[in-house]
């Protein structure tokens, strides 16, 4: 199964966000002023993926 790491990746970088640093376990924060979001490394779900997306205002969905 193909994760959705890699999109939602390119899609936060293409919307200005950076990586802040990296977080607990295998996760990673992402920031943009004042908005920080926390992204698995192997995010499999679509839905949590989305979720991603939404929160960081990005209406493309997967």
């Known amino acids: ?3 959705y790491y ?3 990746t390119r899609l936060l ?3 200005g ?3 802040l640093r990296a977080g607990k376990g295998s996760h990673e924060i992402w920031s943009k002023g004042s ?3 926390t992204v698995p490394y192997g995010c ?7 979720a991603i997306l939404k929160d960081a205002g990005i209406a493309k969905r997967l």
């Open 1 to 3: 199964m193909k994760g």
């Open 6 to 8: 890699a999109e939602v």
């Open 13 to 15: 970088r293409e919307s």
């Open 17 to 19: 966000f950076a990586l």
């Open 35 to 37: 908005i920080h979001l």
């Open 44 to 50: 499999k779900s679509r839905h949590t993926a989305n």
